[in-house]
């Protein structure tokens, strides 16, 4: 079984439609991360959770929203989306914040319409 | 805020030759980890070498080594005996004091038989 999961690997919405990506971690690491990726931008973290609380949020906007019930299992829900938003949601989890590397799975390609 | 810097325009390589790739960074920390990861086409982030900015000694892993100069604030990663499988994308990135990993751009490579 692969470190870090993300369900589903693509997904395609429009702006009305409310989704939810879910990410999965069996290392037993207790800090979860949400990160994106644009073309030709470097990765921007979105929103850290250390021992299920959200210690970061990079200044998201609000139609992203967080939900992390476990250390194993993140949630990003996804409401009223912009096209600009289209992007790979990219997951990762480390032993605790702060501790390196992190250890990410495959993403989510995601596509506003 | 830290900054990374990857220059390079994709680059093709011989299978079997050589390659390094370009990293350079900005920061006022004293203690920090530099990273580098490899994304394939598939999208997960995999991690392949570690530098602590006090270790002496370049990090070495298999195929893969970074040099490090820390005076010229650069972390170069070496890959020797290209292989097929490593095209890529290859991320370099950074961890200060903040403990927030700040990631380069991406040099994208691609391996020729």
């Known amino acids: 079984e692969t470190g870090v999961t993300q369900t589903p690997r693509h997904l395609v919405m429009g702006m009305t439609n409310k989704k939810s990506l879910k990410c999965e971690q069996h290392l037993g690491h207790n800090a979860m991360y949400w990160y994106k990726q644009s073309a030709k931008k470097p990765l921007e973290l979105m929103f850290v959770?250390?021992?299920?609380?959200?210690?970061e949020n990079n200044s998201v906007p609000s139609r992203f929203s967080p939900e992390c019930p476990n250390s194993s299992h993140l949630f990003l829900h996804l409401h009223t989306l912009q096209p600009e938003d289209s992007a790979l949601y990219l997951c990762?989890?480390?032993?605790?914040?702060?501790?390196?590397?992190?250890?990410f799975g495959n993403g989510t390609r995601l596509t506003v319409t | 805020a830290q900054k990374i810097t990857q220059t390079q325009p994709g680059m093709f390589v011989q299978e079997k030759e050589a390659v390094t790739l370009d990293c350079t960074y900005d920061t006022s920390d004293q203690s920090y980890g530099l990273f580098w990861y490899k994304q394939p086409s598939s999208g997960e982030m995999i991690f392949l070498i570690y530098?602590?900015?006090?270790?002496?000694q370049n990090a070495t892993e298999g195929r893969y080594s970074l040099n490090f100069q820390k005076a010229r604030k650069s972390a170069n990663l070496v890959i020797s005996a290209s292989q097929l499988g490593d095209s890529a994308m290859y991320f370099c990135a950074m961890n200060p004091e903040s403990n927030r990993l700040a990631f380069g751009k991406g040099n994208q490579v691609v391996v020729i038989p």
């Open positions: 530098q602590g900015s006090y270790d002496e």
């Open positions: 990762a989890s480390s032993p605790r914040q702060g501790d390196s590397p992190l250890h």
């Open positions: 959770y250390n021992f299920k609380e959200q210690t």
